[in-house]
């Protein structure tokens, strides 16, 4: 089924470790996104991709590395793990700068 | 920075009850305000509001904007179960592409 997938659903990892989160979309949408969700934040913009090969930064960067050599595939990797870090991630995608996003159904990391 | 306020916090109604969601905006160029509904897992896309004083439907559920005094509105009538969510309203920069700021969320839960 057309889509957009996010693995692990669930991970647990200890500080000072790299993690990846895969997301992997079906639509041949041009924008993809990352963004992070904690209680009392709301959703957070980590970075997006306006195409394969065009990333950038949005709010909290920070810590977090992205890539987009296919236009289907975004994964987020956290280079050294922290326990700020510890959140619940969600990956989305656009067709267009004005369109609306479709969410991925969200990892759910623990930093121990 | 773009900044967007949502009231009540959370909310609990009885089933059949009609309730008005509350979110307040500001931003510097705007596009878009979008409203979205989240239950366990991923946002799902309700509305997308562009123009000023245009009602945005969709059977129980309705949200209008009003960039005058920069807020936006989503009414649920005859409430369900069905519609415990939060609700995430989000404002997209025109310089931004595509990057929606998010408030923090209304969480409903309709009572039987």
């Known amino acids: 089924d057309a889509g957009i997938t996010q693995s692990p659903r669930y991970k647990i990892t200890e500080t000072g470790r790299q993690v990846t989160l895969m997301c992997h979309q079906t639509?041949?949408?041009?924008?993809m996104f990352w963004y992070r969700q904690d209680l009392g934040h709301g959703l957070r913009l980590i970075y997006y991709s306006a195409a394969a090969d065009i990333t950038d930064k949005g709010e909290v960067p920070d810590g977090y590395v992205v890539s987009r050599s296919k236009t289907e595939n975004f994964p987020l990797t956290l280079e050294s793990a922290t326990r700020s870090q510890t959140s619940v991630y969600f990956c989305?995608?656009?067709?267009?700068?004005?369109?609306?996003?479709?969410f991925g159904n969200g990892t759910r990391l623990t930093v121990t | 920075e773009d900044k967007v306020v949502q009231s009540p916090l959370s909310l609990v109604v009885h089933e059949g009850d009609t309730v008005t969601l509350n979110c307040s905006y500001e931003?510097?160029?705007?596009?878009?305000l979008l409203w979205y509904k989240q239950e366990k897992k991923a946002p799902t896309f309700l509305f997308m509001l562009t123009s000023s004083g245009i009602e945005k439907k969709s059977g129980r559920l309705s949200s209008i904007l009003d960039k005058k005094e920069l807020f936006s509105i989503l009414n649920i009538t005859a409430t369900q179960t069905g519609d415990s969510a939060v609700y995430l309203c989000a404002v997209v920069n025109t310089g931004t592409a595509s990057k929606l700021t998010f408030g923090t969320g209304t969480r409903l839960q309709v009572t039987l």
């Open positions: 639509w041949s949408h041009s924008y």
């Open positions: 931003v510097t160029n705007f596009r878009s």
């Open positions: 989305a995608s656009s067709t267009q700068g004005t369109s609306p996003l479709h």
